[in-house]
Every structure is written in C-alpha cells, then in structure tokens.
C-alpha cells in the first residue's frame, strides 16, 4: 500500500491552482482552453482529445482516459484489492449501459465509443446476453425489474447504483474491518 501511495502522489500531486481554472473560465474558445490544459496539470486528462473534437468525442476521450486511469492505479495495489478497483472503471459506462439495457435506441455517438458500440450494434435481447456475459447481469436485473423496459426513464437510478455497490462490495477483499470501506460507499 506505501507502495501505491507513493504512486498516487507522485502521479496526481500536480493539480490545477485556482488560478488556471480563472483562466480556463475566461478562455472564449474551446480550442484554446483545450491548448492551455494540455500546458498544465491536466495535460493527462486532456491528452486524448481533438483540438476540434466534439462534445461526443470530448466525452468519449475523458472516459477512456478514466478507465486507464483506473487500471494504472489497480495495477499498483496488492493483488486482493485489484478487482474491487478495476470495477470503478464501470461507473463512466453505467448511464449509458442503463439506458441500452432499458432497451433504448442506440443513440449516434454510442457507435464510436469503444465500449458501447459493442452493445449499440445487436438487437435487444443479443445486448441483454452480452451484458450478462460481460460482468452487468446485475444491470439487466435491475432494468427487468421494470414493468416497461422501453418506458424512460427506466428504473429507479438507486437501483442500478445499490447493484453496483453490492457487487463492488462484494469484490472488496477480506479483511477484519471495512468500516472505511463503508464509508467510502455512499461517496461512490
């Protein structure tokens, strides 16, 4: 754990003061607000994304960007804590997934997300095994707990959020007191 802490420091320690994000706000064009982040701490975040990219390749790139993340800082923890933190990579994709496994119409930019175009190409049923192939049966239970899957907004965020939390929990590892962990959760 000093090991990842050390890690995490040193890779996140470089933080935007408030006075870039004054000069972010007064930025009046996209482009250039873009440019000054890439000449900043936030150079990692903005890395991936077009200097005239779209606000659906903008999120697309901070979502990728999040999942990597996410696997970087896994990677540096013990063995048993790995799999409860890879499963934060999944919280980006959750509306969405949620959305698709409503069975909503695969909206346009879903196609280019390398994540859920695989589940925005098939019909609704291939996309509701796959889900459950892939690690979301708990999101197609909550959806089919719905009467009307195609009615939005769907079911009750809470409970796509509970499922989610209840695996998370689930894959934390075992250890003698989670009273942190716990409350970690409803941060989460």
């Known amino acids: 754990?000093?090991?990842?802490?050390?890690?995490?420091?040193?890779?996140?320690?470089?933080?935007?003061?408030?006075?870039?994000?004054?000069?972010?706000?007064?930025?009046?064009?996209?482009?250039?607000?873009?440019?000054?982040?890439?000449?900043?701490?936030?150079?990692?975040?903005v890395a991936g994304i077009a200097l005239h990219a779209d606000r659906h390749a903008i999120e697309i790139a901070l979502r990728a960007c999040w999942r990597e993340c996410v696997s970087e800082i896994a990677s540096w923890m013990p063995f048993s804590w790995q799999p409860a933190l890879l499963w934060t990579r999944e919280l980006v994709d959750l509306p969405a997934l949620g959305y698709l496994a409503r069975g909503g119409a695969p909206l346009p930019w879903m196609f280019d997300d390398p994540v859920l175009k695989v589940y925005a190409r098939c019909d609704s049923k291939t996309r509701d095994d796959l889900l459950r192939e892939s690690g979301y049966a708990f999101l197609v239970s909550a959806c089919e707990e719905t009467p009307?899957?195609?009615?939005?907004?769907?079911?009750?965020?809470?409970r796509i959020c509970k499922a989610w939390l209840d695996e998370w929990r689930r894959l934390w590892p075992r250890w003698s007191d989670t009273t942190s962990l716990d409350n970690l959760a409803p941060v989460i």
């Open 1 to 45: 754990m000093d090991y990842a802490q050390s890690r995490l420091q040193a890779r996140f320690g470089d933080r935007p003061d408030e006075s870039l994000w004054q000069q972010l706000e007064a930025v009046p064009e996209p482009s250039t607000a873009l440019e000054l982040a890439r000449s900043s701490g936030l150079k990692r975040w």
């Open 148 to 158: 009307d899957r195609a009615l939005l907004p769907g079911p009750d965020p809470s």
